[in-house]
């Protein structure tokens, strides 16, 4: 008795008569999207997105339909996201022992940058920050050739980045920590 080849429990997968009683696979549309869609659709994940783009079309006042204030939206977000991680970058930069990875901040680019600190293990460095209530990623993020040719394989790179929510402040804590952990 097997229910492993999709039949019911306590049904014997192995009798012929059994998987031939069975109705042949039927899509549940014929038409797209759901065509490609084979059990129940994420209710969930399509109420949570539909809810996703109402947010981000409330946090602007300007324009009369919903599509305006999105673009609105998205264009300050870019906007101060792009002023962040200026912000950041310059930071970095002048601290002695600190390497930046990536675009700069005038090319296009999402607000969020690597770096290494003066040789200290990105898992280490990531670990004192976060003492400090700052927390960043570390590793290779899945860029693991990138990361080798970089020289950086026992190393790691440290990740920070921008969100909507970050402040002017945060970013100015966390480049003072790391300027903390190459006088240590």
């Not at 002048?94 to 990105?122: A, C, K, Q, W």
């Not at 970050?166 to 100015?172: I, L």
Request: glycine fraction near 10%; charge should be negative; proline fraction near 5%.
């Amino acid at each position: 008795m097997s229910d492993r080849l999709g039949g019911a429990h306590g049904e014997d997968a192995e009798a012929p008569t059994a998987v031939d009683a069975q109705p042949p696979y039927q899509r549940a549309h014929d038409t797209a999207p759901e065509r490609a869609e084979t059990g129940t659709l994420d209710h969930e994940g399509i109420v949570g997105s539909g809810a996703a783009v109402d947010f981000f079309a409330s946090l602007s006042a300007a324009g009369e339909t919903r599509r305006e204030r999105l673009k609105t939206t998205f264009d300050e977000l870019h906007s101060r996201g792009s002023t962040l991680i200026k912000s950041m970058w310059d930071g970095l930069s002048e601290i002695d022992g600190v390497t930046l990875y990536g675009p700069t901040p005038d090319s296009p680019r999402t607000p969020t940058l690597s770096f290494t600190v003066g040789g200290i293990p990105s898992r280490e460095v990531a670990r004192r920050l976060s003492e400090l209530g700052i927390f960043c990623s570390h590793g290779d993020f899945y860029a693991m050739t990138v990361v080798e040719r970089l020289g950086l394989a026992n190393v790691g790179l440290v990740r920070a980045g921008c969100a909507m929510y970050t402040s002017e402040d945060e970013v100015s804590r966390l480049v003072e920590a790391v300027r903390g952990l190459t006088k240590d």
